[in-house]
C-alpha cells in the first residue's frame, strides 16, 4: 500500500526537459521568450521554514487515543451535486471504519471540510471555517477543489489534504491527522496505468439524503472556459464504465433508494473518451429503474448534446426520468460566449431549448447568466436581457462576475462593481416579473414523488414529472419515499401547493420497490436475499445437524464400549 505520508512527485522524461523548439539559452537570458517572466532564486530552507512557522496556525495536539471508534467526525460541504457525492463516499468510508459522524461541530475531534472552488465567496466561507477551526483547537482535514487545484495557498500549509480522486482513502488521512501528522493525497486515481474518473462507485456511503443517490459519471470535461478554475481541480474528461454505473443504479434501488441523480462538470461530454455517449448510458439506466422511481439528469453544456438532441428527447420523455435538464449559457452575446471560450453560439443555445420543448412538451430548462464578464457592454448585457426574457426560464441562477485566481478572465479589464450590480439587480428583477406556475390551474392534479421535506421542515417536498417543486402539509402520515396523487392549491415564485387525493393504502412505496428488466425482477432486496437464502438451506442446516448428532452418538457408544 501507498504511504500516505508520501508526498506529490510528477514522472518527468528528460525529453520534456529540452527540445528542438527551446529557445536559446541568449533569448532566455535577455527575457526575450513570450509569456516568460523572471522568477525569484528560491529561497534557503532555514528561510521557508521560517515563513511557514509564521503562517501556518499552530496544530492541535495530537490525540491519546486513535481507535476510530472513540473518534467523532464533522464534515461540511460546499459546491456542486459532484462535491455532495464525494462527501456522502468519504462519510461512507468514515463509518466503516468506526468513526462516529456528528452534525456538531463543536463535539467534533476532527472537521472534514470538503470545498468549492466556482467563486470567491464559497472560497472565502470555505477559509474562514478553517479559521473557526483552528480557533476551536480541531485536527482539520481538507478536501474538495480548492486544495486540489491551489495546494500551496497559504491558508492550506500545514494541512492534510484529501485530493478530489484519493477520496476512498480519507479514513487513512483522518487517523494520520489525529496522531498528529500532516498528509496530502492529491495524486490522479489510475488502475494498471490508465487514469480513472475516480474511486469504485461501489463504496459505501452515508447519504444526505437517505431517498437520493448522486451518481457521479464522469470526471472533468472538455471545454477551456477562460472564467472556470474548476478545471485545474477536476482536469481532462475521464468517464466512468457504462456497466459500473448501472451496476450501482441497480444497488442502490435495492437498497430502498427511489431518486437517482446524475452528475459531472458537463454530463454531456460523458463517454467521449471512452467510446460511448450519454444517450447509451442513459438508455441502459432506464431499463433499470423501477416503476415509480425517477432518474434526474446532471448539467450539460449546448456543444454537447447537440449531435443527440433526437435521443435526448426521447430519454427524457420516457415516464421514469424528469423532463429537465440543466443548460448553462452564460450569457446572450456571441462576443461575451467567444471571450468565454464556450464553443457556441446563442443560435446553438436557442436550438437545443427549441428542440427540446416542441419534443418534450413541458420540458422544464434551467440556465446560468454570468453579470458583469469583462468586456461586456450595456448592448451585450441587453442581448442576455432579450434571450431571458424571451424563454423565462423556470430556474435562473445569476452569477456576477469573480475573478478566480490563475484564470484568463483574471487578467482581463475589469467591468466596473457597480455596473455589474445593476446588471445583476436589472435581470433579477426580470426574473422575479414573472411565475412560471401559474400555468397550472387550481384543482390542477398531479402525480409526485415525494423525497424531501422542506428547510422550514414545515412541508414534504414533492415533484412531477418535469421537477416542478409541490409542498404538501405534514398532517399526512410518513410520505417520504411514497408517489401519490396530488390537487393543486395554489402556487408561488418557486413552487406550488398541493393536496393528496388518494388514500394511504393507494400510494406507491418507490422506496421498496425491486428493479425490472423485460418484466423480470433483476435482483432481491437484501432482506429478501436473506430470507430467501435461509429458507432455501433450511433442509441442509437440518439434515447436517442430524448426521451431525448421529455421528456423536456413535463415537460416545464406541468409546462406553472400549
Known amino acids: 500500500m501507498q504511504d500516505p505520508t508520501c508526498g506529490v512527485f510528477e514522472d518527468v522524461d528528460i525529453e520534456d526537459l529540452i527540445s528542438a523548439d527551446d529557445p536559446p539559452p541568449l533569448a532566455r537570458e535577455r527575457n526575450e521568450v513570450k509569456g516568460v517572466t523572471v522568477r525569484a532564486k528560491r529561497a534557503k530552507a532555514s528561510r521557508v521554514k521560517r515563513v511557514e512557522e509564521e503562517i501556518a496556525p499552530e496544530k492541535p495536539p495530537a490525540l491519546d487515543s486513535v481507535i476510530p471508534e472513540t473518534q467523532t467526525i464533522y464534515m461540511k460541504t460546499w459546491g456542486c451535486a459532484h462535491n455532495t457525492s464525494d462527501s456522502e463516499y468519504m462519510a461512507g468510508q468514515l463509518a466503516k471504519y468506526g468513526y462516529n459522524l456528528t452534525t456538531s461541530k463543536n463535539n467534533a475531534d476532527l472537521w472534514v471540510l470538503n470545498s468549492c472552488t466556482v467563486k470567491n465567496p464559497s472560497e472565502d466561507t470555505f477559509r474562514n471555517e478553517i479559521e473557526a477551526a483552528h480557533r476551536a483547537g480541531k485536527h482539520v482535514v481538507v478536501a474538495g477543489c480548492v486544495p486540489q487545484a491551489a495546494p500551496r495557498s497559504?491558508?492550506?500549509?500545514?494541512?492534510?489534504?484529501?485530493?478530489?480522486?484519493?477520496?476512498?482513502?480519507?479514513?487513512?488521512?483522518?487517523?494520520?491527522?489525529?496522531?498528529?501528522?500532516?498528509?496530502?493525497?492529491?495524486?490522479?486515481?489510475?488502475?494498471?496505468?490508465?487514469?480513472?474518473?475516480?474511486?469504485?462507485?461501489?463504496?459505501?456511503?452515508?447519504?444526505?439524503?437517505?431517498?437520493?443517490?448522486?451518481?457521479?459519471?464522469?470526471?472533468?470535461?472538455?471545454?477551456?472556459?477562460?472564467?472556470?478554475?474548476?478545471?485545474?481541480?477536476?482536469?481532462?474528461?475521464v468517464s466512468y464504465p457504462v456497466q459500473e454505473i448501472v451496476d450501482r443504479a441497480v444497488q442502490v434501488f435495492e437498497e430502498g433508494v427511489c431518486e437517482i441523480w446524475l452528475t459531472s462538470e458537463d454530463t454531456g461530454t460523458y463517454g467521449r473518451d471512452i467510446g460511448s455517449s450519454l444517450p447509451e448510458l442513459l438508455h441502459k439506466l432506464v431499463e433499470v429503474i423501477p416503476e415509480g422511481c425517477m432518474m434526474r439528469l446532471g448539467m450539460t453544456n449546448p456543444p454537447y448534446i447537440l449531435e443527440h438532441l433526437e435521443e435526448m428527447a426521447k430519454v427524457l420523455s420516457h415516464p421514469r426520468v424528469y423532463s429537465f435538464l440543466h443548460i448553462p449559457v452564460q450569457s446572450g452575446s456571441d462576443a461575451i460566449l467567444?471571450?468565454?471560450?464556450?464553443?457556441?453560439?446563442?443560435?446553438?443555445?436557442?436550438?437545443?431549448?427549441?428542440?427540446?420543448?416542441?419534443?418534450?412538451?413541458?420540458?422544464?430548462?434551467?440556465?446560468?447568466?454570468?453579470?458583469?464578464?469583462?468586456?461586456?457592454?450595456?448592448?451585450?448585457?441587453?442581448?442576455?436581457?432579450?434571450?431571458?426574457?424571451?424563454?423565462?426560464?423556470?430556474?435562473?441562477?445569476?452569477?456576477?462576475?469573480y475573478p478566480r485566481p490563475g484564470t484568463p478572465a483574471a487578467n482581463m479589464e475589469r467591468v466596473p462593481a457597480n455596473e455589474v450590480k445593476t446588471r445583476t439587480k436589472r435581470l433579477t428583477e426580470l426574473f422575479r416579473s414573472y411565475e412560471p406556475y401559474r400555468k397550472y390551474s387550481i384543482g390542477t392534479k398531479q402525480s409526485v414523488l415525494v423525497t424531501e421535506i422542506s428547510h422550514d421542515q414545515k412541508f414534504y417536498v414533492g415533484h412531477n414529472k418535469f421537477y416542478e417543486q409541490v409542498l404538501l402539509n405534514k398532517h399526512h402520515n410518513n410520505l417520504l419515499g411514497k408517489r401519490v396523487e396530488v390537487e393543486i392549491t395554489g402556487c408561488t415564485k418557486f413552487s406550488m401547493f398541493g393536496t393528496v387525493i388518494q388514500r394511504e393504502q393507494e400510494w406507491q412505496n418507490c422506496s421498496k420497490l425491486t428493479a425490472v428488466v423485460n418484466g423480470q425482477p433483476l435482483s432481491l432486496k437484501a432482506d429478501q436475499k436473506s430470507s430467501k437464502y435461509f429458507f432455501s438451506i433450511f433442509p441442509y442446516f437440518f439434515f447436517s445437524c442430524i448426521v451431525a448428532m448421529l455421528c456423536k452418538y456413535i463415537y460416545m457408544s464406541y468409546s462406553v464400549s472400549s
Open 338 to 401: 467567444a471571450d468565454m471560450k464556450r464553443e457556441y453560439c446563442v443560435r446553438d443555445f436557442e436550438h437545443v431549448v427549441d428542440f427540446l420543448r416542441e419534443k418534450v412538451p413541458g420540458i422544464s430548462i434551467a440556465t446560468d447568466i454570468i453579470c458583469g464578464f469583462p468586456g461586456e457592454t450595456e448592448t451585450d448585457f441587453d442581448s442576455t436581457m432579450s434571450l431571458c426574457q424571451k424563454y423565462q426560464f423556470p430556474s435562473l441562477f445569476i452569477n456576477q462576475f
Open 154 to 237: 497559504d491558508y492550506l500549509r500545514g494541512l492534510s489534504v484529501v485530493g478530489v480522486q484519493q477520496i476512498d482513502r480519507v479514513a487513512e488521512v483522518v487517523e494520520e491527522t489525529l496522531k498528529g501528522h500532516s498528509v496530502r493525497l492529491l495524486q490522479a486515481k489510475k488502475v494498471n496505468g490508465r487514469k480513472v474518473a475516480g474511486p469504485s462507485l461501489s463504496l459505501p456511503k452515508v447519504r444526505k439524503n437517505q431517498f437520493i443517490e448522486v451518481i457521479p459519471i464522469n470526471s472533468g470535461c472538455l471545454n477551456a472556459c477562460t472564467y472556470c478554475k474548476t478545471k485545474f481541480a477536476r482536469a481532462d474528461l
